[in-house]
């Protein structure tokens, strides 16, 4: 069975476009092994989540859920990410590499909560992708 439509949410950290493409982390993504016209949308900014979570989540409900009606149908899945050593995260939040974590870890699954009771069709996971060494971890959320 084909993939279906998929909006990921990331970073525009440019070391994640390799990341992205390698078919292992796909798999592990859920996504198709190649990227293909139409098979997904990415909403890409500085930090990903980071000026999409809380009072903006609403910004985010709107542009996910109209690209999931215009590509997907009444199926689709979002996909939530956050990534290691995010210059987005380590400019906004202060602390230590395990306080930039834990809040990336929060507006994960504070958003994916509020994007399934928005989005109730939708299927919404989160990862959090570890670029070194390369690995990801599926965040219950
Ligand atoms: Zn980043």
Redesign the pocket.
Known sequence: MAAPFTVVV????P??ETFLLAEHHRSTLGLAPVRVDLGEAHIAN???L?PLAGAEVPRLVHDAGLLLRLFGGESGRIVLT??S?????LDAVEGSDDTVRARQEDDLRSTAHRLRGAIPHAVVDCYYLNLEPECIDAIEA
């Open positions: 990331r970073c525009a950290d070391r994640l500085v930090g990903g980071l956050a990534h050593s995010c210059g987005g995260y």
